[in-house]
């Protein structure tokens, strides 16, 4: 097995591991490692901004912003974590914008700001709606200039632990199918989220929670996986995202009855409510019967924007609208439903991006440090990659100043060789099967609206998925280029992504944010204001709880 040695490794190149390798290799020898080519990390779909408080067209502040994003996470953020998210954001832009991203701007130059769900002021700055595009090929200029090392179709499968401390990765180089063994002094863990679990989705194929996994597996404390972030505005079947900046620039929801259902829902913020509030009123219309002929989806309606406007403030929303739905966005209404958009949860990390296991740290999507709580405010994940992205570089540097290059874990590695080879044998059970029966479960039964029972069965569900996955084989044999054996392996990560979920979905017996139970409607902050914490030990998984912490604003009751 080859053995490659670097002071750092960052697994992920999506804007949170460009953000951690760009600050991580000012003073050490870098490299990321990424199952993509960086710049097709999910990061890039990104379309309707990125928040700050810059106040250009209004009176904002951090605070402000601090405060929309607490109340948005119904009091589950750590409120010290979400401060430094709030107060850190505007440089971050600066930054990137020197680096060369061109924003919008207003007519004197400054940053165009527009108003997204939960937020108090237009707040979201944004590169038309493809704001995730500009910003990932602007940080991955800055990866070529600065030299950075990248190992782009390389699919990491384990971490090495020992002791609790983290001594290196095993991966597979997906063009020559040969294993290699990655030594270095940290690691960063930059892999996104986990959507795949789901039937619906917004997020890209890649999205599969594989550093979550591995962590898990290692030993690391994953927290608060029950929070599934769903989105209210994608297209029928395809699940493609309808960026919340087209109710930001002014497009409304409708019902079968032609209504203007979200007034009654939430009648001042209307559209612009959270989007775990939207989405349960959408699904309570269909539900009720009043989804567009009986079916299960709504109008999104923007003829009102006119095609001027569309076009130069939507140009990618109109064009997915015509090339999938065939729909002229600027004369017909959008048909859209709900699908899974975001993960809130993940491996879980004090302010310095540092998990629960020695040398990994972790930011982005897979990590819950926990700035979004229980429900995140759209705009808000893009700043979190470039703020948490940039301190777990700068952490990681720390860490290694007084550490020497770790030994080999030969006989850990070999087990993971082994577990690989075996995928290759002839099993009964196909890949695709069991992950089409994963991501209807979950759909059905860990969906919008939860309760115990649904839960019980989810978890049941995929207990014997686990099971039946032991006995999956590969049938492509030819090492190269097999994409059979990626989503083998990546089967093998959903599923414990989806186990954790169920698990607390099960566990947390109140409503908060995105997570519903019919049988407990109410939140409970008396029982219930506390991160769900998982880890893995003694060969099960291991449940304790963590108060929230709570430094800037008492919780109160949730209104729009
Ligand atoms: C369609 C869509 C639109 C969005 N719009 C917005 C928005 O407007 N504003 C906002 O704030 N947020 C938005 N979000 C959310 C936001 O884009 C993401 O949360 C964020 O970009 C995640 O960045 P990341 O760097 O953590 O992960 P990603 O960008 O998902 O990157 C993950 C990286 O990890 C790598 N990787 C994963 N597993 C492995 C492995 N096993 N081995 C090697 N490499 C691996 C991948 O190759 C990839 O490079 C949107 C999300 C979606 C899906």
């Given at each position: 097995m080859e053995i490659i040695t670097h002071d750092i490794i960052i697994i992920g190149a999506g804007l949170a591991g460009q953000m951690a390798a760009l600050a991580a290799s000012q003073s050490s020898d870098t490299a990321i490692v990424s199952?993509?080519?960086?710049?097709?990390?999910?990061?890039?779909?990104?379309?309707g901004g990125i928040n700050a408080s810059f106040g250009n067209v209004s009176d904002d502040d951090w605070e402000k912003h601090a405060f929309d994003t607490a109340k948005g996470s119904d009091y589950l953020a750590d409120q010290d974590a979400v401060e430094i998210l709030c107060k850190n954001i505007t440089s971050r832009i600066v930054e990137i914008d020197h680096f060369g991203a061109i924003f919008d701007r207003m007519p004197d130059g400054r940053l165009a700001q527009r108003p997204f769900g939960g937020g108090s002021f237009p707040r979201t700055c944004y590169a038309g709606d493809a704001t995730g595009h500009e910003m990932l090929n602007t940080l991955y200029e800055q990866l070529i200039k600065n030299n950075v090392r990248v190992y782009e179709e390389w699919l990491t499968t384990s971490l090495m632990v020992e002791n609790n401390e983290y001594k290196g990765v095993l991966a597979i180089?997906?063009?020559?199918?040969e294993t290699a063994y990655f030594r270095s002094k940290a690691v960063i863990v930059?892999?996104?989220?986990?959507?795949?679990?789901?039937?619906?989705?917004?997020?890209?194929?890649?999205?599969?929670g594989d550093g979550i996994s591995m962590a898990y597996r290692a030993g690391a404390q994953v927290c608060d996986m029950e929070f599934v972030q769903f989105h209210p505005t994608t297209l029928v079947g395809t699940n493609i995202l309808i960026s919340e900046a087209a109710r930001g620039e002014g497009g409304f929801l409708m019902n079968s009855e032609n209504k203007r259902f979200m007034e009654s829902y939430a009648p001042s913020a209307k559209e612009l409510a959270p989007r775990d509030i939207v989405v349960r009123s959408i699904q309570t219309e269909i539900e009720k019967?009043?989804?567009?002929?009986?079916?299960?989806f709504v109008w999104l309606d923007l003829t009102s924007l006119g095609s001027e406007k569309l076009m130069e403030k939507l140009p990618q929303v109109y064009k997915l609208a015509k090339d999938f739905a065939n729909v002229d966005a600027a004369q017909d209404c959008i048909p859209v439903q709900s699908a899974q958009h975001y993960t809130m949860g993940g491996i879980r990390t004090n302010n310095n991006c540092e998990s629960s296991i020695k040398g990994l740290l972790a930011c982005g999507?897979?990590?819950?440090?926990?700035?979004?709580?229980a429900n995140r405010l759209g705009g808000n994940s893009l700043a979190e990659t470039l703020v948490f992205g940039k301190i777990a570089g700068e952490r990681a540097l720390e860490y290694i100043r007084k550490k020497g290059t770790p030994g080999i874990q030969r006989e850990a590695a070999e087990k993971e060789e082994e577990r690989i080879n075996h995928l290759f044998r002839s099993g009964d059970e196909s890949v695709p099967e069991l992950r089409k029966e994963l991501q209807n479960i979950m759909w059905e039964r860990a969906g919008i609206f939860r309760n115990e029972s649904d839960s019980r069965e989810a978890l049941k569900a995929v207990k014997t998925l686990k099971k039946r996955y032991s006995n999956a084989g590969v049938k492509?044999?030819?090492?190269?280029?097999?994409t059979d054996l990626m989503q083998a392996i990546e089967l093998g990560f959903l599923l414990d992504n989806a186990e954790l979920i169920a698990q607390g979905a099960l566990l947390r017996r109140e409503s908060r944010g995105s997570h519903f139970r019919t049988d407990f409607p109410q939140r409970d902050d008396k029982n219930w204001l506390t991160h769900t914490i998982i880890a893995f030990k003694d060969g099960k998984p291991q449940v304790t709880f963590e108060p929230v912490r709570i430094t800037l604003f008492k919780p109160e009751a949730r209104k729009y």
């Amino acid at each position: 097995m080859e053995i490659i040695t670097h002071d750092i490794i960052i697994i992920g190149a999506g804007l949170a591991g460009q953000m951690a390798a760009l600050a991580a290799s000012q003073s050490s020898d870098t490299a990321i490692v990424s199952k993509v080519h960086p710049i097709r990390s999910h990061s890039g779909a990104a379309q309707g901004g990125i928040n700050a408080s810059f106040g250009n067209v209004s009176d904002d502040d951090w605070e402000k912003h601090a405060f929309d994003t607490a109340k948005g996470s119904d009091y589950l953020a750590d409120q010290d974590a979400v401060e430094i998210l709030c107060k850190n954001i505007t440089s971050r832009i600066v930054e990137i914008d020197h680096f060369g991203a061109i924003f919008d701007r207003m007519p004197d130059g400054r940053l165009a700001q527009r108003p997204f769900g939960g937020g108090s002021f237009p707040r979201t700055c944004y590169a038309g709606d493809a704001t995730g595009h500009e910003m990932l090929n602007t940080l991955y200029e800055q990866l070529i200039k600065n030299n950075v090392r990248v190992y782009e179709e390389w699919l990491t499968t384990s971490l090495m632990v020992e002791n609790n401390e983290y001594k290196g990765v095993l991966a597979i180089n997906l063009k020559t199918g040969e294993t290699a063994y990655f030594r270095s002094k940290a690691v960063i863990v930059a892999t996104g989220g986990c959507g795949r679990v789901f039937e619906r989705t917004t997020n890209s194929h890649q999205s599969t929670g594989d550093g979550i996994s591995m962590a898990y597996r290692a030993g690391a404390q994953v927290c608060d996986m029950e929070f599934v972030q769903f989105h209210p505005t994608t297209l029928v079947g395809t699940n493609i995202l309808i960026s919340e900046a087209a109710r930001g620039e002014g497009g409304f929801l409708m019902n079968s009855e032609n209504k203007r259902f979200m007034e009654s829902y939430a009648p001042s913020a209307k559209e612009l409510a959270p989007r775990d509030i939207v989405v349960r009123s959408i699904q309570t219309e269909i539900e009720k019967g009043r989804g567009i002929s009986g079916g299960e989806f709504v109008w999104l309606d923007l003829t009102s924007l006119g095609s001027e406007k569309l076009m130069e403030k939507l140009p990618q929303v109109y064009k997915l609208a015509k090339d999938f739905a065939n729909v002229d966005a600027a004369q017909d209404c959008i048909p859209v439903q709900s699908a899974q958009h975001y993960t809130m949860g993940g491996i879980r990390t004090n302010n310095n991006c540092e998990s629960s296991i020695k040398g990994l740290l972790a930011c982005g999507e897979c990590a819950c440090v926990s700035v979004h709580g229980a429900n995140r405010l759209g705009g808000n994940s893009l700043a979190e990659t470039l703020v948490f992205g940039k301190i777990a570089g700068e952490r990681a540097l720390e860490y290694i100043r007084k550490k020497g290059t770790p030994g080999i874990q030969r006989e850990a590695a070999e087990k993971e060789e082994e577990r690989i080879n075996h995928l290759f044998r002839s099993g009964d059970e196909s890949v695709p099967e069991l992950r089409k029966e994963l991501q209807n479960i979950m759909w059905e039964r860990a969906g919008i609206f939860r309760n115990e029972s649904d839960s019980r069965e989810a978890l049941k569900a995929v207990k014997t998925l686990k099971k039946r996955y032991s006995n999956a084989g590969v049938k492509d044999s030819c090492r190269i280029f097999n994409t059979d054996l990626m989503q083998a392996i990546e089967l093998g990560f959903l599923l414990d992504n989806a186990e954790l979920i169920a698990q607390g979905a099960l566990l947390r017996r109140e409503s908060r944010g995105s997570h519903f139970r019919t049988d407990f409607p109410q939140r409970d902050d008396k029982n219930w204001l506390t991160h769900t914490i998982i880890a893995f030990k003694d060969g099960k998984p291991q449940v304790t709880f963590e108060p929230v912490r709570i430094t800037l604003f008492k919780p109160e009751a949730r209104k729009y």
